[in-house]
């Protein structure tokens, strides 16, 4: 069975967009962006909603992201590679190695995600991962030294869970990966 699991920056106070939409504050350094490379290689399948696929899509896939810095170019081969499932009822259709998805019948598909899956599945998107809280095994914030000052926040207003510390590693520019299981 499938793990899901919320990985995304966050400011230090929280928030994974700015109040502008903004999210510059997350940009990861070189140490930051390999580990993002590696928690990639080792997933099976991305599940986002249409605001982080468009600029998931945009920045990564565009021609120079493989020609460009090594790490960076690294990324975007295993993004490419990397199935990739959109939950959105506004758009009409996804490029290859992507897959559509109604939100009306996102729990459905994440439940038999995790059946089907041997591997992690990651979620991405704020939005996203508020509408399947009870599916997610795990939480994996990088916490980014940086205040957004307001915005999106990583989790969802009001949400009450258990959760225990499995692991956590710090960065030598600042950041903080934390790996959080849910417990019960």
């Known amino acids: 069975?499938?793990?899901?699991s919320y990985a995304m920056s966050m400011s230090l106070d929280g928030y994974v967009e700015d109040e502008?939409?903004?999210?510059?504050?997350?940009?990861?350094?070189?140490?930051?962006?390999?580990?993002?490379?590696?928690?990639?290689?080792?997933?099976?399948?991305?599940?986002?909603?249409?605001?982080?696929y468009e600029v998931m899509e945009e920045f990564w896939t565009a021609p120079e992201r493989a020609d460009g810095d090594e790490?960076?170019?690294?990324?975007?081969?295993?993004?490419?590679?990397?199935p990739r499932i959109v939950f959105s009822d506004s758009l009409e259709s996804v490029p290859p190695?992507?897959?559509?998805?109604?939100?009306?019948?996102a729990v459905d598909e994440v439940v038999r995600l995790k059946k089907e899956t041997d591997g992690d599945l990651s979620v991405g998107g704020a939005a996203?991962?508020?509408?399947?809280?009870?599916?997610?095994?795990?939480?994996?914030?990088n916490v980014v030294p940086a205040f957004a000052g307001g915005g999106t926040p990583y989790f969802p207003r009001g949400a009450?869970?258990?959760?225990?510390?499995?692991?956590?590693?710090?960065?030598?520019?600042?950041?903080?990966?934390?790996r959080y299981a849910r417990i019960g």
């Open 128 to 141: 996203l991962a508020a509408s399947l809280l009870d599916l997610i095994d795990e939480f994996r914030p």
């Open 1 to 4: 069975m499938g793990t899901l």
């Open 71 to 82: 790490v960076e170019a690294e990324f975007a081969r295993l993004y490419a590679a990397t």
């Open 20 to 52: 502008h939409g903004g999210f510059a504050f997350a940009e990861p350094d070189e140490e930051v962006h390999r580990f993002a490379n590696d928690q990639t290689r080792e997933t099976a399948a991305l599940l986002m909603g249409r605001g982080l």
């Open 160 to 178: 009450d869970l258990r959760l225990r510390l499995v692991e956590q590693r710090t960065f030598g520019g600042g950041t903080v990966y934390l």
């Open 97 to 105: 190695g992507c897959r559509l998805v109604r939100r009306a019948d």
